[in-house]
């Protein structure tokens, strides 16, 4: 269910990459040292490659805290299928199931997960594209499963997921706290969440009344998203999500590429949750490395 940002995405979830970064041309004029600027990207990919390895810790160790062998996992906005697939490397004998609206994503991720292969079309520039192929090593995968519907209106009972996922979804609904309620919904007593959104809002994608934060520096937080999402999440608000307690939050570089000369800088922002009626105060570090 993306209605914003699918172009972009969709070029990081195809290649299963944090993007790519060739040789620094030094044959042409530049305003910056090209060794100045290799060092930079290299930096940055070290930032990337560390969210990921925080991310996998994260589920790992929510799958740890909350007993998940054998659990439901929902991955909403799963797109090709990466986070899926360690949700079921993580938590041996889970059941995980990824949730998309969009098709072709998603015949990715069934390809990768009935065959273990991978093969999609790689945008070097324009209108040209490489063919890739290659084998993928995904532990867990015959326990993967992908659907096409709306992830706000799922097609099956409430309350039955021990984990839901939303990582880099909520700024690409229409109504984003919507969503935030339909998580709450899917989960059981004593289940997590775990989303990650840059607020890169977008009327064509959510309704600017729908913004959470971003509307004004003059309101309430002076614009600010975080502390409106942590409202949200903690009861603290009108239309706060109930029965949930924040276990921790976290802020971390995300990037997407679009072609070998172009790529997205995001800082993601990370949350995660349980649905209790008893509050469980032992994940206050799910987050922090």
């Not at 930032?47 to 991955?75: P, S, T």
């Not at 994608?205 to 903690?234: F, K, M, N, V, Y």
């Not at 029965?243 to 790529?263: F, I, N, P, Q, Y």
Request: charged share 25%.
């Amino acid at each position: 269910m993306k209605g914003r940002g699918d172009e972009q995405r969709e070029g990081a979830a195809k290649s299963g990459e944090h993007g790519h970064l060739g040789r620094s041309d030094t044959r042409g004029p530049s305003k910056v040292p090209s060794r100045l600027v290799t060092d930079r990207m290299f930096r940055y990919l070290q930032r990337v490659n560390l969210l990921v390895q925080q991310l996998k810790a994260a589920i790992a160790e929510l799958a740890k805290r909350k007993g998940l062998h054998g659990a439901r996992v929902l991955d909403l906005g799963c797109a090709a299928g990466r986070t899926a697939f360690d949700c079921a490397a993580a938590a041996p004998g889970s059941l995980v199931l990824g949730i998309d609206g969009n098709l072709a994503l998603l015949r990715l991720a069934r390809r990768a997960a009935t065959r273990g292969e991978v093969a999609y079309g790689r945008r070097r520039i324009g209108l040209v594209y490489d063919h890739r192929r290659f084998p993928a090593v995904l532990p867990g995968r015959e326990r993967v499963d992908f659907w096409a519907c709306d992830a706000a209106a799922l097609p099956f009972a409430p309350g039955r997921a021990d984990l839901v996922l939303a990582l880099n979804l909520l700024d690409c609904v229409p109504d984003p706290v919507g969503l935030l309620h339909a998580m709450a919904a899917a989960l059981r007593p004593g289940g997590a969440l775990l989303l990650a959104t840059p607020f890169d809002w977008a009327a064509r994608a959510t309704p600017a009344a729908h913004w959470i934060g971003g509307h004004s520096q003059r309101g309430d937080g002076r614009g600010a998203a975080e502390p409106l999402l942590l409202a949200l999440l903690s009861g603290t608000h009108d239309r706060s999500v109930p029965g949930l307690a924040v276990a921790g939050v976290g802020e971390h570089a995300w990037h997407t590429r679009l072609h070998d000369r172009s790529m997205v800088l995001y800082q993601t922002h990370l949350a995660a949750a349980y649905k209790s009626t008893s509050i469980e105060r032992d994940g206050q570090d799910v987050l922090k490395k």
